[in-house]
């Protein structure tokens, strides 16, 4: 298995392009989500998703967008990049246990964007 | 507000010391906790978790102790060697609430030969 995979690893957007980060896993896990990470921070959750189809937001998803058409990819939109959106994001997925073993997320290696 | 934080921001032992990594939670109703670790340049790993209906969890050289009293968890690394060098980030979740984790700020592990 590939585990959490993430494209591209670096970009650069000049202020009010738009562009797509993407995020797939292979492990069938339900749940999916994007985190930012910002210097000297933890991760702050964008938006997430239980299951293809149905998406929810986060604690920042003003100025992202994400659709969930199938379980293994979770894309986040940009829409008009603005170097407050400068960070690094993480995609991460984790699986669904009856009964609630454990709610481990698996976490991509990341793409660092820089928006000037 | 809900938050999940830590007490100190940079940690530095000696190799094969004992390092305590401590992490303070404000929602009483938080139930689920993990233990992440970040290299640097790549995604957080999971190290261990616990349930709030625990109060301590071992498993390969690391300890996890939960004090619901207080809202204080704390994450024991044994012998600690120079690969645990990392910045180490407590998160939280409710059992029955969504599957996406709140995060602690992280507190950075540095580890003298």
């Known amino acids: 298995n590939a585990g959490v995979t993430q494209t591209p690893k670096f970009q650069v957007l000049k202020t009010g392009q738009s562009m797509t980060l993407q995020c797939a896993q292979d492990?069938?896990?339900?749940?999916m989500s994007w985190y930012r990470q910002d210097p000297g921070m933890g991760l702050r959750l964008i938006h997430y998703s239980v299951g293809a189809g149905i998406t929810d937001q986060g604690e920042v998803p003003n100025g992202y967008n994400v659709s969930r058409s199938t379980t293994e990819d979770f894309p986040l939109r940009l829409l008009s990049a603005a170097p407050s959106q400068t960070s690094v994001y993480f995609c991460?997925?984790?699986?669904?246990?009856?009964?609630?073993?454990?709610?481990?997320?698996?976490f991509g290696p990341g793409t660092r964007l820089t928006v000037t | 507000g809900e938050s999940v934080g830590l007490h100190l921001p940079t940690l530095s032992v000696q190799e094969g010391d004992n390092s305590i990594i401590n992490c303070a939670y404000s929602n009483s109703a938080s139930d689920y906790f993990i233990w992440y670790k970040q290299e640097s340049g790549k995604g957080p790993q999971f190290i261990i978790d616990i349930r709030s209906n625990m109060d301590k969890r071992q498993g390969q050289r690391v300890t996890v102790l939960l004090n619901k009293t207080v809202k204080h968890l704390s994450l024991q690394i044994a012998a600690t060697q120079p690969g645990d060098s990392a910045v180490y980030f407590c998160a939280e979740n409710h059992i029955t609430g969504r599957r996406a984790l709140t995060f602690g700020s992280g507190t950075r592990l540095q580890v003298q030969p």
């Open positions: 492990m069938n896990h339900e749940y």
């Open positions: 991460a997925s984790s699986y669904s246990t009856l009964g609630g073993a454990t709610y481990e997320q698996y």
